[in-house]
Each structure stands twice: as structure tokens, then as C-alpha cells.
């Protein structure tokens, strides 16, 4: 069964302070991870799709990278509208399903 | 930008009656999602659907749950028979193709079941 976990939980920054979420994964055959940060009472925006270990996307101040059980989400220099949950997902290469993890809440302060 | 439209925002029923939740996706995406998140938890798969039927589904979505795509536009999501645990946000998104990855999703119906 796939599975995906995300540490940790919640994540309390200092505007400026950089800082790096975790996503492990166990899935028969990767077909592809992807990040999605969720405001309160919203749907999940996509953020970046990786296909393959070594592989890096960035965006603004979010960096994510992939190995063969994880993935990290660098955030450099984040300012408070960063603060919200970052969801992991991963599809698998039998299914049409993508399995969440149970997302990093992250709270930026000024 | 194209995006996920979802009615209504939030709709509140009584135990044991009819919810219909409605999805306009993306219009050249071809695959179709319901995902549930029961509040404080994690977005959880329902149902997928391609080429006018059902291509997977979870253990959730039982005999209650049913899908439609009845025109060319919409997808709809009907629980027939609401329990209080039905209570959650319930999310529409689609993607393009198998292969191409990503979900886009909507801003989500909030059920409420008393």
C-alpha cells in the first residue's frame, strides 16, 4: 500500500529564517511527487511535480528535491504570507489515485 | 488561468437526505477526481473517472456515493443517503492526462450533515 508521511507537523519561522520540510514515501513505482500548499478553507495549489530521484524545481524562495524515499521542500528567506499547510502527494505507476500525506503546517512570523 | 469551479461552497443537510455536489473542471483535462477532507485531517481519495466511467475508487466510496458526468461540462458527486461522518470538505480536480501529472483542484464543498 502506498504510504506517505510528512514531518513535521507544524513549523513555526522567523520571517527570514530558512528552513526545510520532509516527505517520505513508499509506493510501487513512482510515477510522480508533488507539493501543494492548502490555505485554510481552500483546495490544494500545485506547487511542483518530480519525476525522478536527483531531480530539483524551484519557485520563488521553495526549492524541492527528490531521493528515492523523500523528498524536501527548502524554503529560503520565507515571509509570512508563506504561512500555510504543504501537502505531499504521490502517484503511483498502478493507479490513477495520488496519496496525500498529512501536510506541514508552516506559520511564518514577522 | 483555467480552473476548478465548485458548487455549492458549503451546504448544510439533515441525516438521511440526498446531496448533490457539482464540478465544472478544467475543459480540455479528461480525468476527473473527488477527494474528501474530513476536517484537522488528510485530503483523502474517493473516486477517479475517465472516458464516461469509473477508473478507480476507494473503500470509501461505497454504494452511497455516486458519479456523473451528464453533459459535456459538469461532474457531479451525489451521496444518497447522508451520514453525520459524510460532514467534510469535499474537493473536484482534474488533470490532462495518465501521464501528465499534476491535479488542479477546486476551492472545495463544505458538507455539513446534522
Known amino acids: 500500500e502506498d504510504q506517505v508521511t510528512q514531518s513535521p507537523e507544524a513549523l513555526r519561522l522567523q520571517e527570514g529564517e530558512s528552513s526545510s520540510l520532509n516527505c517520505s514515501y513508499t509506493?510501487?513505482?513512482?510515477?510522480?511527487l508533488f507539493w501543494y500548499r492548502q490555505d485554510p478553507g481552500k483546495g490544494p495549489e500545485f506547487l511542483f511535480t518530480?519525476?525522478?530521484a536527483g531531480e530539483e524545481k524551484e519557485k520563488e524562495r521553495l526549492k524541492a528535491t527528490l531521493t528515492k524515499k523523500e523528498s524536501f521542500l527548502h524554503i529560503t528567506a520565507p515571509k509570512p504570507e508563506d504561512s500555510a499547510t504543504y501537502l505531499c502527494?504521490?502517484?503511483?505507476?498502478?493507479?490513477?489515485?495520488?496519496?496525500f500525506g498529512p501536510g506541514t503546517r508552516l506559520s511564518v512570523l514577522p | 488561468e483555467p480552473e476548478v469551479t465548485q458548487t455549492p461552497s458549503h451546504q448544510v443537510t439533515q441525516m438521511g437526505q440526498e446531496v448533490i455536489l457539482r464540478c465544472v473542471p478544467i475543459?480540455?483535462?479528461?480525468?476527473f477526481y473527488w477527494y474528501r477532507q474530513i476536517l484537522g485531517q488528510k485530503v483523502e481519495f474517493l473516486v477517479s473517472?475517465?472516458?464516461?466511467?469509473?477508473?478507480?475508487k476507494s473503500e470509501i466510496f461505497d454504494d452511497q456515493f455516486s458519479v456523473e458526468r451528464p453533459d459535456g461540462s459538469n461532474f457531479t458527486l451525489k451521496i444518497r443517503s447522508t451520514k453525520l461522518e459524510d460532514s467534510a470538505m469535499y474537493f473536484c480536480?482534474?488533470?490532462?492526462?495518465?501521464?501528465?501529472?499534476?491535479?488542479?483542484f477546486g476551492e472545495g464543498s463544505r458538507l455539513t450533515v446534522l
Open positions: 480536480a482534474s488533470s490532462m492526462g495518465a501521464n501528465t501529472g499534476e491535479l488542479f
Open positions: 509506493v510501487s513505482g513512482l510515477r510522480g
Open positions: 518530480l519525476y525522478s
Open positions: 502527494a504521490v502517484r503511483s505507476d498502478y493507479g490513477q489515485n495520488f496519496v
Open positions: 475543459s480540455n483535462h479528461l480525468y
Open positions: 473517472f475517465y472516458n464516461n466511467e469509473i477508473s478507480e
